[in-house]
């Protein structure tokens, strides 16, 4: 995999407050990459440094071949981006149609692809009826697709996301979402910025949880495993010291007890739970149900960014 | 620095500004309104013929066009960029690979035009009303235009217009708000108004020489002022410190 995105300990201060510290990550082209923390995070301090908004106190970050801090670069680097900051930023006296044909502009596209691209994203948007319409009468929903439209009228290798579906209500944040799905199915490089946790694990390929650090990368399915893996939980008619002793023995971890229920975390159910089950039901337990419990991205994300709080 | 680039800029803020009817009044409507005021000052004072002061009151009066040229402007840079910020516009405009000097030029063109444009239609306006009164009052020829009239309008009104787009872009990234940028600008007309009232009560005469040191100067700070706006246009600082 070519890396599109490359930081390394990539730092911004503002005064004493440091706002990214020492940041190293890689983003791999055709990736969707999704930055997970609270508010106050640093998430979008790091989307505008690589964008080329703010500058980087310390550390290096390149953006495809180029190297973020040089100015010459800079100019390049945004060629090659698209980015959807928090707030959509249309200009409401211009219409949609006027509002991506700008930009195309700017990104000195020829009328004929400017053409092209406007109609291919006010279609594929569903907003080609309403090209005409000033961008200030659409509703929040509309005006977030026109913003993504027009990050990508330029067809850029990487698109920024701020926080694409905050704001938005439950129709408009999912039809946002599928359209992010549909820009992942042809391999647009996305990097996402939320703090809503099922959005990043229905659109991620990978998930950063920043915390003014980046406190930890993976796979959705990587974060929720490193948390504590899953549980076995073990429902008894009752509970008493020789069962309690059994599973002891065969050294099980973190085992506690909640009335008839005893609750085990394992790493691997298939090879642990036969053993478990032999021992109860050696002791004299009468088992009435067993269950295996995954730990959740959210209790990832609350464990990580709790502990960096402490 | 491509040249079309400014431009692209330029024509996109004026679609905007001919859309925010306040701004679009505003600017159309007062040059014009001073230009039937002072058609009517003038048919008044004529009335029992051609006064002796008549070029110290004609020329003070196309003078106010270019006291206009600092003054209109100022509401157009002001908005154009202060505006972007308000109405949360200036972020993705930043993202896009355009130098600050090419955001800047293409802002300041669509501050220069509209309100030169006003201003020389007005004096046009007023011009050619003074010349058919005078004639009707029995001055024999036409009074306008003359090289004084050109020199205010062609050049010093251009240039006080420029000096004005540069003070509001320099208050623009200094600023929060429209009205405060707009406010500062605006102080500029009184250097013009100081002259005006000179040339009214005959101590500054608006001869030839006197316009040409007067716009000599203005291109000077002109020039000074394009510098400090490039150095004072911190995209960082507008955009981490402006809420």
Known sequence: MLDLIETENLTRKFGDLTAVDNLTLRV???EVFGFLGPNGAGKTTTVRMLCCLISKTSGKAK???????????????????????????LYESLTAYENLDYYGTLYRRTDSQRKESNEYFLRLLGLWEK??????????????????????VHDPEILFMDEPTANLDPEAAKAVREFILDLKKEK????????????????????????????????PEELERSIHGRKTVIQLKH??????????????????????????????????????????ASAGGRIE??????????DAYLKLVRENAK | MTTWMPWKIARKELKVISRKRSILIYTVGLPL?????????????????????????????????????????????????VGEKVEKTLEPLLATPMTDGEILLGKSIAAFIPPILSAWVGAVIFMAAADY???????????????????????????????????????????????????????????????????????????????????????????????????????????????
Not at chain 1, 63 to 89: A, F, H, T
Not at chain 1, 289 to 298: A, C, D, K, P, Q
Not at chain 2, 33 to 52: E, K, R
Request: overall charge neutral; proline content about 3%; glycine content about 8%.
């Open chain 1, 28 to 30: 791999d082209k055709g």
């Open chain 1, 63 to 89: 953006i495809g071949d180029y190297e973020l801090g040089n100015q010459d670069d800079s100019l390049k680097i945004r060629k090659i981006i698209g980015l959807v900051p928090d707030s959509v930023g």
């Open chain 1, 131 to 152: 090209r005409d319409a000033l961008s200030g009468t659409f509703s929040k929903g509309m005006k977030q697709k026109l913003a993504i439209a027009r990050a990508l």
């Open chain 1, 188 to 219: 647009k490089t996305i990097f996402i910025n939320t703090h809503n946790l099922d959005e990043a694990q229905r659109i991620c390929d990978r998930i950063g949880i920043l915390n003014t650090r980046l406190m930890a990368v993976g796979t």
């Open chain 1, 239 to 280: 509970v008493n010291e020789a069962i309690l002793n059994s599973l002891k023995k065969l050294q099980v971890k973190n085992l506690v007890r909640e009335g008839n229920k005893l609750t085990v975390d394992v790493e691997n159910p298939g090879e642990e739970n036969p053993d478990m089950i032999n021992a109860v």
């Open chain 1, 289 to 298: 149900t067993v269950t295996v419990t995954s730990s959740s991205l959210e």
């Open chain 2, 33 to 81: 309104l001073i230009s039937i005021a002072f058609t009517i000052v003038l048919s008044g004072q004529i009335t029992n013929g051609i006064p002796n002061t008549l070029s110290i009151g004609a020329e003070s009066i196309i003078y106010v066009f270019v006291v206009l040229a600092t003054v209109l402007p100022s509401t157009i840079a002001a908005y154009s960029i």
């Open chain 2, 133 to 243: 009164l005078l004639l009707n009052a029995g001055l024999g020829y036409y009074y306008f235009p003359n090289w004084n009239a050109g020199v205010m309008l062609l050049l010093l009104a251009p240039l006080a217009a420029v000096l004005s787009i540069e003070v509001a872009v320099i208050a623009s990234s200094r600023v929060t708000d429209v009205r405060g940028a707009n406010q500062i600008a605006g102080l500029m007309f009184i250097p013009f108004v100081v002259v005006f009232f000179a040339g009214a009560e005959g101590i500054f005469a608006f001869t030839i020489v006197n316009l040409l040191i007067f716009a000599g100067v203005v291109a000077a700070v002109d020039v000074a002022l394009s510098f400090l706006s490039r150095a004072t246009f911190n995209r960082e600082e507008i955009l981490t410190k402006w809420k």
